[in-house]
């Protein structure tokens, strides 16, 4: 059983950057690939970053190419994701998900195993 805790969302203003973090519980993360996903208002859940159990391979949507970076941290079981240059467009709540099975990233929600409880981000223009 893999717990996750997402921390690190809030209010920030367009062009502004928030660092999300993922806290795991549970000595098997580390051979986890993991993923964020975000969900706005109204709309469905859709991938935006993930990363192999390892840090060495990483995949993002093209909406957050060039100003999202995904990272993991295994000696402190979390994974990060830094959200540069924020739109307006970036407001949702964003979750964490782990992938037991698999060693490759994937985009399809269905796929990953454990989710975090979400965290709100907002972007005012």
């Known amino acids: 059983q893999v717990q996750l805790v997402e921390s690190g969302g809030g209010l920030v203003q367009a062009g502004g950057s928030l660092r999300l973090s993922c806290a795991a519980s549970?000595?098997?993360?580390?051979?986890?690939?993991t993923g964020w996903f975000r969900q706005p208002p109204g709309k469905e859940r859709d991938f935006v970053a993930g990363?192999?159990?390892?840090?060495?391979?990483?995949y993002y949507a093209d909406s957050v190419k060039g100003r999202f970076t995904i990272t993991r941290d295994n000696a402190k079981n979390t994974v990060y994701l830094q959200m540069n240059s924020l739109k307006p467009e970036d407001t949702a709540v964003y979750y964490c998900?782990?992938?037991?099975?698999?060693?490759?990233?994937?985009?399809?929600?269905?796929?990953?195993?454990?989710w975090g409880q979400g965290t709100q981000v907002t972007v005012s223009s």
């Open positions: 998900a782990a992938r037991v099975s698999g060693s490759y990233v994937s985009v399809a929600a269905g796929n990953y195993d454990y």
């Open positions: 549970g000595r098997t993360f580390t051979t986890y690939t």
């Open positions: 990363i192999n159990e390892s840090g060495s391979s990483t």
